[in-house]
């Protein structure tokens, strides 16, 4: 397994796998974090690995996601959802692929741009279903 998986690789599918679901523009930025500090835009947590921000003049959301994902990062997103007991063991055994992890952190955010409602654990379970019922996979 790579120890870094570059998401920039696979924009132009990840934009055409979101324009199925909704108009959205998807930005990879090296550091979700220090991006969020140039622009003012508040972010309390230095290892977000994506996030989706709605502009509030014209309503268009905009995903972005760090260009690189570690296994570090991708672990620390598994044992949370471990942690939260809302996926059996062979489905986050699923997500451990580094490729079905990214579409997973889009999906995740589209799902909070379809409906601002949802919590964390309905994003998530939301997008798993989207990657079984489609079987969704990246090239
Ligand atoms: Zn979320």
Redesign the pocket.
Known sequence: MEKHLCVLNYVDQLRELSSRYIQVDIEIVPNIFKWCEEKGVPEGHPFRI?K?LKNLENGRYLILINQYLTSENISSVLVGIEHSNYFSSDQIKKITDQKIFLIHLLL??I??ALDETRS?EQ??LWALSQIETNQLTLD
């Open positions: 994506a989706t995740h955010e799902s909070h964390e994003c998530d």
